[in-house]
Structure formats: structure tokens, C-alpha cells
């Protein structure tokens, strides 16, 4: 008995191997879902803790090559975009106490001024080298388009611009294929639907399912023409992200004064259409079907959080001033916006059946989040700021969102072409920072 359980078990670890797939010069083509855009902006510490990263590192187990990226210099607190004047920069949000139009004090997003101008942004990264090229908010047919780094064009994209290698005839495509690669990472279709729901439909707009298809057929024979193997990430349902989900549709609270006030004037001009009462009410919107110009937000529509709660505080924004088109998503709007995602998944999976390629299923992994998930002990869901998936933009995943999502393609990878690739302890990788 003494020699028996004096004898511990050692575990075997399981060895890598590559399987069959080659992972000699591997590239990532995609846009702000392989993780390089963060809190609101392009960062050096979105870069490094972005999926195209962390899965360069785990291939890098099984022979595959360093990830190059066109770095943000670390003197810049980011490259973000304004979404009112898309050439004006913005920096990456923090978290810290902020003292709103009512002088209450509470923790919420900051977003400091930029040290960087649209000049920094656009300004050359020269190397010959890249393998990311996670391109900001690149469409799944922009990624064919030739001079998308060029200012002249009109779907010229400055965060291409910045590293590509010919800016005047460039595509992402092409200098993606420049490295010769042996697999790659693709995710396409994000902003194909990304960019028209942040905008509440009010600008933008859903790229039709044929465009897709044929861009996607396009991407795929280029990338497999020369026996490269892959893996593509489906699309997330966007509807469901915080940005979405933060301010409800009903969040507009009034007491009795102010219902007597608002009725006043609503009782007037909507002969009752709009009415209010005591506790949350339905936010006002503009809508011009509606008999005034303007309605009541219905049960499961949505409010963005690009939406100013200063205003809606203290200036009447979302009642007495209806809020923009751009800041809600009607219910005809985000059902436009699911049955495209469905659309897209369709055609990724065909092609990935096709061609024999992994299939990562972002849209179940996503929704695992919306519902939340216990990991090691610890529990995710996509909350805004407490949830610990999302950074404070509500849109892009945080790094511990992003070793999850690199996880997800470690096991379709493994999956599909037999190889045994390592997964990370997402525990490892900060979340939100509080202060």
C-alpha cells in the first residue's frame, strides 16, 4: 500500500502537431472582429491581444511563423474615428468616475481627447512583411477593391492606407497573397451588416446577399488557388452586442411633473398617439410614417449607445426632442439585419463545405455570450463594462473575449484538419480595467 500510493501519476501533456494543415506563412484578412480595434479605437494593446495575435501564437506551436503587424506607435492613445465626421480622430475610452449634466457622479466610459491627427492615422507603416491585415471596417467586397488605401477613391479606407503597399493600387486581397500563404484566417461579412446597424439604418447600408456571395466566391478561389488550406469565422448576430442592448427602449423615466408637461404638449399635437405616465416610459423618436412625424419606441427596438444621456438628462433628448434615426434600430430594421446574417452564414458554410475549409461558428459563440458562460470558474456574459467579454466600445470583444474567440478557431481548425493546437487560459488576459 506504502508503494502504491507512494507512486503520483504523472499527466502526459499532448504534443502538438500540425495535422493537415501547413501553417509555414500564415494570413489574416479580416476587420475589427480578429480583435485590433478596441474601446473605440486601433491600439497597441488591441493589437497585441487580438485574435490575428493570439492565434498566430498558438500556430506558432506547430511551426507557424511570427505574426507581423503594422503597429500603432505607442505614443498614440489610438486611432479611432469619429462617427459624425469620419476624419476627425478619436482616442481609446478608459474607465473612470465622470460627473454628468446633474452633477452626479458615477463610473462610466471616458473618452480623452486624441493626441493623434488624421494625418497620424494615414500615415505610412512601411514594411514588406505584414500578415495581418485586419483592415478596420473592411466590407467583404471593399477586401477586393484595388486603391482601397487610396484618399481619391470613394471606398477608400485610411486604416488600409497606412500599411499597404501600394496605396494608389493596392488591394487587401492582393497584398495578402503577395506573402504566398500556406492557410489563412478570413472574416468577412462583420461590416457588411456592422456598419448600417450602428448607424440605426439612418446611413450605410446592408450589403445585398448576391454582392456578398460573390465576393465571398471571389476571396475563397483566390486565397485556395494555390492548395492553401483556412479557416473562415462566421457572422455574429450585431443586434445582440451591448452597443444595442445597453439603453432599453423604455428607459425614459418621469415623475408626475413631468408627465404633466410632456402631456401638455404631446396632447396637443398627437391627439393622444403619444402618452405618458409616472415611472419608465417608451423614448420619443422621429419616424416619418408615423401621423406626426414621430412616435413611441415599441417593446424589443433599440436604443445605440452612441445616443447622448447628457441630453436625454437634461435636455428633453428622446421626449420633448425625438431621437434621430441613426440612434435607433426599428424592429423592421433589425429583422433586415438577422435575416442577412442568416443569409451570409449560409453561403460561409457552402463554401467551407465546398472547398473543405474550418468553419469557426461565431454566430453560436457570440450568442453564448448574450446568454453568459461559465469559464474556469469565472462568469462572461456581454454586459456593458461589468459582463467581462466586450471592451468599452460595447461592439468589439476585450482580450479575454478575444482568447475565447481564438479558442473557438483553435477547435475548428483542430477539427477540420486533424492537427492539435493548444488552447489559452483566456483567464490569463486583462478585461476591463477599472479604476
Known sequence: MIFIFSCKPKLKESKPITGEMNPASVVFIGGNGLGNYADGALNLEAQKNSVSNLLAQQLGLVGGEKLTQPLVGNQFNGFGLSSLNSTVVTAKSFLDNKVDCKGITSLSPIKPNSNATFSDLKASVPSASYTDFSVPFAKSYQMLLTGYGNPGNTYYNPFFERFAKNKSTSSIIDDALSTNPSFFVLQPGLHDVLQYAVNGGASDS???????NNAIDALV??????????????VPDVTKFPYFNTIPYNGLTLDQTKVNDLTLVYNVISNGS???????????????????????LKDGEMVTLGTPLDSVKCNFLGSLNPFENR?????????????????Y??????????????????FTFYNSLFNGIIYNGNTINAQFVKGGAFSLDGINLNPIGNALLTNECIKAINKQYKSRIPQLNANQYPGVVFP
Do not use: H, Y
Not at 345 to 362: E, P
Open 206 to 212: 446592408l450589403t445585398s446577399e448576391s454582392r456578398f
Open 274 to 296: 403619444i402618452s405618458f405616465s409616472v415611472g419608465a416610459n417608451a423614448f420619443v423618436a422621429f419616424d416619418p410614417s408615423a401621423p406626426i412625424g414621430a412616435r413611441q
Open 327 to 343: 440612434m435607433v434600430l426599428s424592429l423592421t430594421e433589425i429583422a433586415a439585419i438577422r435575416t442577412t446574417i442568416a443569409a
Open 221 to 234: 478561389n483566390r486565397l485556395t488557388s494555390n492548395g492553401a488550406k483556412g479557416v473562415i469565422i462566421n
Open 345 to 362: 452564414n449560409d453561403k460561409l458554410k457552402g463554401v467551407c463545405q465546398q472547398k473543405n475549409l474550418a468553419l469557426v461558428d461565431a
